[in-house]
């Protein structure tokens, strides 16, 4: 397993609730299109699940 996973974001957070928002914020995303890599860890996989509809996710290479 990847120590790292890779974050895009895919869709706008036009009419998405605060709380989600927050969310996709905190994971370093900043608007359609930008991506990030994060640590591989239960919070983060809990952060993802939490708004898989609006970001894409990948094992992050090269790391």
């Known amino acids: ?5 890779k974050v895009t974001q895919k ?3 036009i009419g998405v609730k605060p709380k989600l928002r927050g969310t996709v ?3 370093g995303l900043r608007g359609v299109g ?3 890599t994060v640590p591989d860890n239960e919070a983060t996989r809990g952060m993802i699940r939490a ?3 609006l970001i894409d996710h990948e094992p992050a290479e090269g790391q």
Not at 1 to 5: E, L, P, Q, S
Request: aromatic residues 0%; without cysteine; proline residues 0%.
């Open 25 to 27: 914020r905190a994971l």
């Open 51 to 53: 708004v898989s509809h």
């Open 11 to 13: 869709r706008s957070m």
């Open 1 to 5: 397993m990847a120590d790292r996973i």
């Open 34 to 36: 930008s991506s990030n």
